[in-house]
């Protein structure tokens, strides 16, 4: 079964400071990944994603992510944070060895709040 | 023009009404998604429907009920809910079911259950 952690329910960071927003992940075949973020009163929007290839990818917004397989885990980063970024941010992982292939499984989602 | 288009944006009940959550989408996807979101927990993947098949979650109480006339519109049918159900309800479209494909999502339905 597939399954995906966000560590932190919440994570505070200056403005113009770098951010990281956390998640690991288990499958038993290949990870695909994605972030998404939720403004409030508003539905999710897909930030970036990983299938293969390069390990950092990068996203909408100045955002980017790196992939670490050995660490399973999908960090989201930005170097400067901006205000308009404190938002609900989304993990999530699809697995592709076996059934199921619709079901994107999410985190529970990290609050990110960026202090002027 | 937003993407994916949900009606109404909230939507108060009780328990014995019947109402219909209505979702477009204006992206030329073939893959439409309901999920439903309660505070604190992850998202709720209900029910999914592609050109060819409709995936429904098991444990989707019977008192949802799915419609997907054609693959640009969903509707979510709802009748005799609890006040459990009381969630943010997001549809969501893909084009295609592959596993690399991301979903795009809607503002959702603020349902509130009296």
């Known amino acids: 079964a597939q399954s995906v952690a966000q560590p932190e329910d919440q994570v505070n960071v200056a403005e113009g400071n770098p951010l990281t927003v956390k998640c690991t992940y288990s499958?038993?075949?290949?990870?695909?990944l994605f972030w998404y973020v939720q403004y409030p009163n508003r539905g999710l929007q897909f930030l970036l994603k990983?299938?293969?290839?390069?390990?950092l990818v990068k996203g909408s917004y100045g955002f980017e992510a790196e992939f670490n397989k050995s660490q399973t885990s999908f960090h989201l980063k930005k170097p400067s944070a901006l205000v308009s970024d404190s938002a609900l941010y989304f993990c999530?992982?699809?697995?592709?060895?076996?059934?199921?292939?619709?079901?994107?499984?999410f985190g529970k989602g990290t609050k990110l709040s960026v202090i002027p | 023009e937003t993407g994916v288009t949900q009606t109404p944006r909230h939507l108060v009940m009780g328990m014995t009404n019947k109402k219909s959550l209505k979702c477009e989408q204006h992206?030329?996807?073939?893959?439409m998604y309901w999920y439903k979101q309660s505070a604190k927990k992850p998202l709720e993947l209900m029910f999914v429907?592609?050109?060819?098949?409709?995936?429904e979650n098991n444990s989707v109480p019977s008192r949802f009920s799915p419609e997907c006339p054609n693959s640009s519109h969903l509707f979510l049918h709802l009748h005799t809910l609890q006040p459990e159900d009381s969630a943010l309800y997001l549809c969501?479209?893909?084009?295609?079911?592959?596993?690399?494909?991301?979903?795009?999502f809607g503002d959702g339905t603020r349902l509130s259950i009296l």
């Open positions: 990983y299938i293969t290839g390069d390990n």
């Open positions: 992206l030329g996807h073939n893959a």
């Open positions: 429907y592609s050109l060819e098949e409709r995936v």
């Open positions: 999530a992982v699809r697995d592709d060895s076996g059934a199921g292939s619709y079901q994107l499984t």
């Open positions: 969501a479209s893909s084009q295609g079911r592959g596993l690399g494909q991301p979903q795009h």
């Open positions: 499958v038993s075949g290949n990870p695909y």
